[in-house]
């Protein structure tokens, strides 16, 4: 599909790397051989995901007039460390506001993302109730702005819309080709499903483009039903946008919500055991949110035989681990 009429500041230079985890594979009996998509080393402070969707997101800003970007997510939000990163990068004014989605959980003294949005010198943040209406949040936060003069640019949490997931559109096709270099065909590809546009994006990649690997969401933050129609429905809107003219069949998108227990951002055992075990086999790190629940699930599906003996898997490391950091006592 061709991505190249949209605006895009051009963050993302080259293939993120494509590697075989070989001692992952064996300490997992080497049922299948895992690969893994690196990026967590896309460029932009501490790398990561948000990274490619912003890439799209601030160049639709820029080419707005926008002057300054407002954002929200969690606490310890890895998509607003990267946008304000990327905020500083461009000359713009980065403005937060962060959902206390766990009751308690927001400490201005925290280490880890945390500590990033005041190194890299947000404007202000703005913390509010879990639960809130966060583009209304936003938007109050931005008629502030506009009645300092300002030309304020509102991208929504995760930058997960039409615009950002082409991010992942374009992933999904660097994909395709560095499946074709490597004479590797992936049986089967796990990637982390938060606020939906990376997991949205990939489908639309793939399906638009008419290869029919199948793909499996982990949910960080819901149910899976629940994660499945969100991601479906924003499939179908960036194929929309694209133009790609097909309609994206219900059952493509798959998503598995039994590993983000108790609840969103809050440890579990199967986390804490894979993120040891990617660090200890690959000193490979991953994050407590979404990567280390993500894996801890694409684990238990190996261990229960859900891929067939031999498969090639690919899991996407979306990065975050500067929320390790915040997570200390957990690993101790
Ligand atoms: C945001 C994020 C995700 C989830 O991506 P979505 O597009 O929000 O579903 C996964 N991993 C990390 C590290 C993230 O920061």
Redesign the pocket.
Same mark, same amino acid.
């Given at each position: 599909m061709n991505l190249a009429k949209f605006p895009r500041r051009g963050y993302v230079k080259e293939a993120t790397p494509i590697e075989y985890l070989a001692n992952f594979s064996k300490a997992l009996g080497n049922k299948v051989n895992v690969y893994m998509k690196r990026d967590d080393l896309l460029p932009g402070c501490a790398g990561?995901?948000?990274t490619r969707k912003l890439d799209f997101s601030i160049a639709d800003a820029l080419s707005k007039g926008a002057d300054t970007i407002i954002t929200c997510g969690a606490v310890q939000s890895? =998509?607003c460390r990267l946008t304000l990163a990327w905020a500083v990068h461009e000359g713009l004014d980065c403005h937060l506001v962060l959902e206390e989605r766990v009751k308690g959980s927001y400490n201005p003294e925290a280490s880890g993302n945390n500590f990033l949005y005041h190194l890299l010198g947000v404007k202000s943040i703005t913390v509010v109730p879990g639960g809130s209406p966060m583009m209304e949040e936003m938007e109050k936060v931005a008629e502030k702005l506009r009645a300092e003069g300002k030309k304020p640019y509102i991208i929504p949490g995760?930058a997960?819309n039409h615009i950002g997931a082409l991010g992942y559109v374009s992933c999904a096709q660097e994909i395709m080709q560095q499946m074709f270099e490597m004479g590797l065909n992936f049986d089967h590809v796990v990637v982390?499903?938060?606020?939906?546009?990376? =997991?949205a994006g990939m489908i639309a990649g793939f399906y638009g483009n008419n290869m029919d690997v199948p793909m499996i969401g982990i949910d960080v933050s819901r149910p899976g039903d629940v994660e499945a129609a969100i991601v479906h429905k924003l499939a179908q809107e960036t194929l929309d946008y694209i133009g790609a003219g097909v309609t994206l069949p219900e059952e493509k998108v798959v998503c598995f919500g039994d590993y983000y227990q108790p609840g969103y951002s809050i440890p579990n055992d199967g986390m804490v055991e894979a993120v040891k075990m990617l660090a200890r086999t690959e000193a490979i790190l991953l994050?407590p949110v979404?990567?280390g629940k993500a894996m801890a699930g694409m684990i238990d599906l190996i261990r229960k035989d859900y891929f067939p003996k031999g498969a090639n898997v690919l899991f996407l490391h979306?990065?975050?681990s500067p929320a390790l950091y915040a997570y200390l006592p957990t690993f101790r």
């Open positions: 990561g995901n948000k890895n =998509h995760g997960s982390p499903s938060g606020s939906a546009g990376t =997991h994050d979404y990567s979306t990065g975050g």
